[in-house]
């Protein structure tokens, strides 16, 4: 199970777990996406056979959340976290001991936060790392927001939180990415079959983004798998 999350809105999280869930579909795998912000909602509307919409800050929402992936632990789930959600949701992570309960079932978390471009933004990613032992933390930082490491405690706060990976989505350009916004616009469906109606240009800088996030997914993949298997004495 990934979170993606992050302590500011409108920084590029739910693109984020967009592409991940793409990434995942493009693997073979069989993702399913919980959209937190309900009854606004967003990240559903793109994958509406394979999300449900959740109130994350009430009891019914946290159990259909925690219950399913709990009960059916092969499967991989994104979770879409709203920055308003993430200390609600960190406490109720805590209290239900839930990292334990998802290690006995076989089920990895994975903390993926967005940063954004403020010393506080790094302070909370740091934070969270240490205060959560899960299989994976890594940052993603968004060209669109900017470099937040800029000052020298930046940099120290930065070096601090020592992630497992890094994701830098790349910028494209404006029109491109409002065909991308679009609902249902789907990257694992345009990287399949290409959306004929679409003018070239703006095939070619979807592709070329894609290209660039994709691979480092890709590579993100690998290196997790060949430290699984150096822990485990294989190589």
Do not use: W
């Not at 990613?125 to 205060?131: E, I, K, Q, Y």
């Amino acid at each position: 199970m990934t979170v993606v999350c992050s302590d500011e809105s409108r920084n590029g999280k739910t693109l984020t777990a967009r592409l991940l869930t793409d990434h995942l579909l493009l693997t073979g795998r069989d993702p399913h996406v919980f959209d937190c912000d309900d009854p606004r909602g967003h990240i559903n509307r793109f994958f509406p056979s394979r999300s449900t919409l959740i109130d994350i800050d009430r009891t019914p929402g946290q159990i259909r959340l925690f219950d399913t992936v709990l009960a059916s632990p092969g499967r991989d789930y994104v979770v879409d976290l709203p920055a308003n959600a993430l200390d609600g949701f960190f406490t109720v992570v805590d209290d239900l001991d839930f990292i334990n309960a998802a290690h006995d079932a076989g089920l990895e978390m994975v903390i993926a936060f967005v940063l954004d471009k403020s010393l506080t933004s790094l302070m909370t990613a740091r934070d969270l790392h240490g205060a959560f032992s899960t299989e994976l933390f890594y940052l993603i930082r968004n060209g669109f927001i900017g470099n937040p490491i800029v000052t020298r405690q930046a940099r120290e706060v930065f070096e601090e939180i020592e992630p497992d990976a890094e994701l830098f989505i790349p910028l494209v350009d404006r029109e491109a990415l409002a065909v991308a916004e679009e609902p249902p616009f789907s990257f694992s469906r345009f990287l399949s079959e290409g959306y004929a109606g679409l003018s070239p240009m703006v095939r070619l800088r979807l592709r070329s983004f894609l290209s660039d996030v994709m691979g480092q997914l890709q590579s993100r993949d690998l290196a997790l798998d060949l430290g699984s298997l150096k822990e485990m004495g294989l190589i």
